[in-house]
């Protein structure tokens, strides 16, 4: 794929909230020159592009918005898919999937009929799962069929971890990796401070910064979208603003690295699951994925949450 550098294109599949996040945050920050909004409910669509269309005065750049049809992917640089039903509360994002399946046989298909052959970047729950549903059922090469994996929950434990050491969250360097949901992990061993480990700065703390409010930090992250849905029945702005950083490193060739879900081919010693890894993002998808020195807990947690993921996935039947 090359993205073209005449105009970056999106295709925003679901007008949703979560859609809708995404879309009104591409907007502000000018990240792509034109923006197609496709929906099965294409009055809503429709409204949702000329209330955006609105606010191009006071926009950072132009941007050519507009609702469309599956045909308007084709020559789209990413097709972001938010559509799908919505988590209730209490549900876990695994008790989506068989809901959400049927749904993306409906998208899929047509997107790749339209001549697409560009990036997916799945956002719809659970996120995984979706991600490698949508590579099985589009055929494409696993680098071009990407997940927000736990871009979000990195964000999420970046800010608690800062608000707990009292610094800038864009100091702190930590991952949240393996499924977006229940039993996704943090890495301690691979958490820095700059570039000093926390796992130091707790043992040199006199006991102020302790192991065991990371912990409760990492439940907090694993639990945060629960208590967003329990508070205002839903979870959108941050994964809007998530998309949107991804979708900024695959237009712009960055080589950054985000810990999207991404198809594990023996890295970690896993293979043919989705799960939130860090990876190198370029125009073509993932470049490559970042591999952690993980201690033995660590990976056991890894592999628990890996294979949570390809259970669930092969109980589709894909």
């Known amino acids: 794929m090359t993205v073209r550098n005449d105009v970056r294109k999106i295709a925003l599949i679901g007008t949703g909230m979560v859609g809708m996040s995404f879309a ?17 409910d294409k009055k ?22 507009y609702a469309g049809s599956y045909e308007d992917c084709h020559d789209a640089d990413i097709v972001t898919i938010c559509a799908g039903v919505a988590q209730k509360p209490g549900e876990t994002r ?14 899929v298909e047509p997107v790749v009929a339209s001549g697409f052959s560009g990036v997916f970047l799945i956002a719809t729950n659970p996120v995984d799962i979706m991600a490698r549903i949508t590579q099985k059922l589009s055929g494409f090469p696993k680098e071009r069929v990407i997940g ?14 800062g ?15 393996g499924e977006h949901g229940d039993s996704e992990f943090v890495p ?47 979870t959108y702005y941050g994964i809007g603003m998530a998309l949107t950083r991804i979708c900024k490193a695959i237009l712009g060739n960055e080589n950054s690295i985000l ?56 109980g589709i039947g894909l």
């Open 24 to 40: 009104y945050c591409l907007l502000n920050q000018a990240i792509c020159d034109e923006l197609v909004l496709i929906d099965i």
């Open 44 to 65: 809503r669509a429709a409204g949702e592009a000329m209330d955006l269309n609105h606010g191009l005065a006071f926009a950072q750049g132009n941007m050519k918005i």
């Open 94 to 107: 695994l008790d989506l999937l068989k809901r959400n399946t049927a749904v993306f046989k409906s998208i």
């Open 148 to 161: 927000s994996g736990t871009a979000l929950d990195s964000a999420r434990l970046r800010y608690l971890v």
């Open 163 to 177: 608000e707990y050491l009292n610094v800038d969250p864009r100091n702190v360097h930590a991952y949240v990796m």
């Open 188 to 234: 301690w061993s691979q958490a820095f401070l700059a570039t000093k480990p926390i796992l130091e700065i707790c043992e040199e703390s006199d006991g102020k910064i302790t192991k065991d409010m990371l912990d409760g930090i990492s439940v907090d992250v694993r639990d945060a979208a629960y208590a967003i849905i329990d508070a205002k029945k839903a």
């Open 259 to 314: 810990t999207v879900s991404a198809c594990l081919d023996g890295d970690y010693g896993q293979e043919e699951v989705y799960a939130g890894v860090p990876c190198i993002l370029n125009q073509n998808g993932v470049r490559s994925i970042l591999h952690l020195s993980l201690t033995e807990e660590e990976q056991n947690k890894f592999d628990f949450s890996c294979n949570t993921l390809r259970e669930s996935f092969n």
